[in-house]
């Protein structure tokens, strides 16, 4: 949602704070530290990933994971139906393996998304680059804004990073005081929750 809005906004530049690539045209994104900055620090669903050689892609128009079915594979299935066949699952897809395959190494692309649950997994090679990236972004920002995001207590890692990117902050003599701008619906414990982490 956030990339369609800005694609409507004229802009088309996206920086990741990784390298990947298109996934229709194949072209690289724009170099680091070019284009809005956008920090998904638990993945997204419009990306798709290649376990085999570390490539990542992305698709500014719509859901790349689910309008190429990324990440469904035989095995899931046959857990209900041990006679299910590759054709069958296929068709139940409705999309052809090699629509599915990394153009650069012809394996099959999966997706990963960390769960907001204390057993996510962070094991691709983009979310160390994405995690520095974001603190990079917020240790030289003197404005945070929060919107629709409850802090929970599961995000410990995100608590630890902002917390980190705050004692950076403060460090600097070029940049105003923090201010921290919380946009919530009638949460008063995500309320209490964001009073905490950032002044123990």
Not at 125 to 130: C, D, H, K, L, T
Not at 137 to 161: C, N, Q, T
Request: hydrophobic share 35%.
């Amino acid at each position: 949602m956030l990339e369609r809005s800005l694609h409507e906004q004229g802009s088309t530049s996206i920086d990741y704070g990784f390298e990947c690539y298109d996934w229709h045209s194949g072209r690289k994104n724009v170099p680091l530290n070019e284009g809005v900055a956008v920090a998904k620090i638990n993945g997204s669903s419009n990306w798709a990933y290649c376990d085999n050689c570390s490539s990542m892609f992305f698709n500014l128009q719509g859901k790349l994971a689910l309008s190429e079915m990324v990440g469904l594979v035989k095995a899931d299935f046959r857990l209900f139906d041990t006679t299910l066949k590759g054709r069958a699952f296929d068709e139940a897809l409705g999309v052809a393996p090699q629509h599915r395959e990394c153009p650069f190494c012809r394996n099959m692309v999966s997706t990963h998304i960390a769960t907001f649950s204390f057993r996510k997994s962070y094991r691709t090679y983009a979310y160390p680059a994405i995690w520095h990236a974001s603190r990079h972004w917020l240790s030289r920002s003197s404005r945070w804004i929060f919107v629709g995001y409850s802090l929970p207590d599961a995000d410990y890692e995100f608590k630890h990073m902002l917390k980190t990117a705050q004692l950076s902050l403060d460090r600097r003599k070029d940049v105003p005081p923090l201010q921290i701008d919380v946009v919530l619906k009638e949460n008063p414990k995500a309320e209490r929750r964001f009073s905490r982490p950032l002044r123990q």
